[in-house]
């Protein structure tokens, strides 16, 4: 006989224990995200814990994923992330089957993490705790209602484990979740800064870049082209959801050591006279023949002039700047005030408002600084201090406070290890000496003689600059090593060193199989 209405279990099926730990799960996720929406985007419980991971994980694991993953690694982080959540929550539901307390504790420790995630957050206000409260709430709750209804405690008045009850519970929870994360979503996006980003209109320089020579790169021969495509350039940043600044809500202040505190609109920005300026960016991160690299022309002012109606004081060390997202960059006061080298403040890149995942409205560029003592991106603080008064982000993580480029070189073609046919083989690359120049790139095959490539025309002495040459390659296995030297007379070093604390060295060599 089939009946609704079994005699009261003992404990929970697997199955349903495993439902009650999912079911908690969505519905704190579910509820945290609705509440985020309105009080805060990052304050969703999962983005808090993601980006709680980020900042607190050993410098070497997000130094490694940023290189080994690139623009993957959030994706990748996320993933895990969901995936632990779903094993703490089957393993809650589990420990569960006689009683609730095992899984309610776990819930509760689950989610007591949570609001520990957005508590830490400088740039998240009070107000933003509501989200993961919520979520730990809506967990406690979710999985003791159901867990009441799989396994009443009151079995003396004969009440069975009622499974239509349960599963009808079980979804209305489900599509509750899914619906209040839908809504969190829509309301949390709903300040996006693509349509602001739209509504820029065109940025017309005042004074243009020269036009780019014919030989400025040799992408035909294998060399990336001079220009990176705004979807190819390199991202990296600690930002698990990309900062969204509507350019009329965005301001830069400068202040700290300076005469008088200055705040500039984007409006105010725009309206001055508009330069544009070649500069190649490039992340400490990036290994010996490494992608981590990119090159764009940049529209915005001069830095210097912004600094000057602002009156830096004498005995400014560093330029502390700081993002929306509360990361924070430490630049060498004299070199944002040099004008010679031409740190901008920048809000287009290659003929558009700057990408809002490069920083729009408004991002810091420095030709001749890695990325993370120059490049800060949605930046709205620029504070002129001492080094010892200020730390900023990777120099807290054990990153040096100086970090001038280094004088690299790489070769793209062929990529490594590729099958070529013996003979004359053409090898093509990059080499990258920003804010020195590149004078000469040598290649050589094996323990040969170095040979000079041919160098693509100068653009400039921040950006790279691509080369190529023909080697005569025996059939067999053999190795190509390339090397720059800068115009400051410098060339590369053998001595192979890891990007940590203060970018890589070494040759970079391809193996080629010839046949
Ligand atoms: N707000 C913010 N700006 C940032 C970072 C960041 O994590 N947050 N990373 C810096 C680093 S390490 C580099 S290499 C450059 C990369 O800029 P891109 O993503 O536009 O290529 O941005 C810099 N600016
Ligand atoms: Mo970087």
């Known amino acids: 006989m089939s009946t609704l209405q079994d005699a009261p279990p003992r404990q929970l099926s697997l199955p349903v224990a495993t439902l009650i730990g999912l079911l908690a799960l969505a519905a704190a996720l579910g509820v945290g995200h609705l509440v985020a929406g309105f009080v805060g985007y990052t304050a969703s419980p999962f983005i808090a814990v993601a980006n709680y991971v980020i900042d607190h994980s050993p410098t070497a694991i997000v130094k490694w994923a940023e290189r080994t993953l690139g623009t993957w690694d959030k994706p990748v982080l996320k993933i895990g992330l969901a995936v632990v959540l779903v094993l703490l929550a089957l393993l809650a539901g589990q420990l569960s089957r006689r009683t609730p307390r095992a899984g309610q504790v776990l819930v509760f420790v689950l989610g007591a993490a949570g609001v520990a995630a957005v508590y830490a957050r400088s740039d998240l206000g009070q107000v933003s705790l509501l989200a993961p409260v919520a979520a730990l709430v809506a967990g406690l709750a979710v999985f003791t209602f159901l867990h009441r209804i799989a396994l009443p405690v009151d079995v003396v008045d004969e009440r069975g484990f009622d499974r239509r009850g349960f599963l009808r519970a079980g979804v209305g929870v489900a599509a509750g979740s899914g619906i209040a994360a839908v809504v969190g979503q829509v309301a949390g996006t709903r300040t996006n800064a693509e349509d602001s980003r ?297 001595n192979r060193a890891d990007p940590a604390p203060d970018g890589a060295t070494g040759w970079h060599s391809v193996t080629l199989d010839a046949r």
């Open 198 to 494: 739209a509504a820029v209109g065109p940025l017309v320089p005042a004074r243009t870049a020269p036009p780019l020579p014919a030989d400025a790169d040799f992408a035909k021969l294998g060399s990336p082209p001079f220009i990176t495509p705004n979807a190819d350039f390199y991202r990296i940043d600690t930002a698990l959801v990309v900062p969204q600044v509507r350019a009329e809500d965005w301001s830069l202040k400068i202040h700290g050591m300076v005469d008088r505190e200055v705040t500039f609109s984007y409006a105010d920005i725009r309206s001055r006279p508009l330069v544009e300026r070649r500069v190649t960016l490039t992340c400490v991160s990036n290994e010996v023949g490494g992608p981590l690299i990119s090159n764009a022309t940049w529209l915005g002012v001069d830095l210097a002039d912004l600094l000057d109606e602002a009156g830096v004081r004498p005995g400014a060390e560093q330029m502390f700047a700081t993002s929306v997202d509360g990361w924070t960059c430490g630049t060498p006061a004299d070199v944002a005030l040099d004008r010679t080298r031409g740190a901008m403040l920048a809000i287009g890149m290659n003929g558009e408002p700057l990408p809002v995942e490069h920083g729009f409205p408004a991002r810091i560029v420095i030709p001749g600084l890695y990325g993370y003592v120059s490049a800060t991106k949605w930046v709205e603080s620029l504070e002129f201090t001492r080094w010892d008064a200020r730390q900023a982000y990777w120099l807290s993580r054990g990153w040096a406070e100086q970090a001038p480029i280094k004088t690299e070189s790489r070769i793209d073609t062929p990529s490594g290890f590729a099958g070529v046919t013996a003979g004359k083989v053409r090898l093509a690359g990059t080499a990258w000496a920003q804010p020195t120049g590149i004078a000469k790139v040598e290649v050589r095959l094996d323990q040969g003689p170095w040979q000079q490539a041919t160098l693509s025309a100068e653009v400039s002495k921040d950006t790279w600059r691509m080369w190529w040459i023909e080697l005569d390659v025996p059939k067999g296995t053999h190795q190509a090593s390339v090397r720059a030297t800068d115009q400051g007379g410098y060339t590369q070093t053998e």
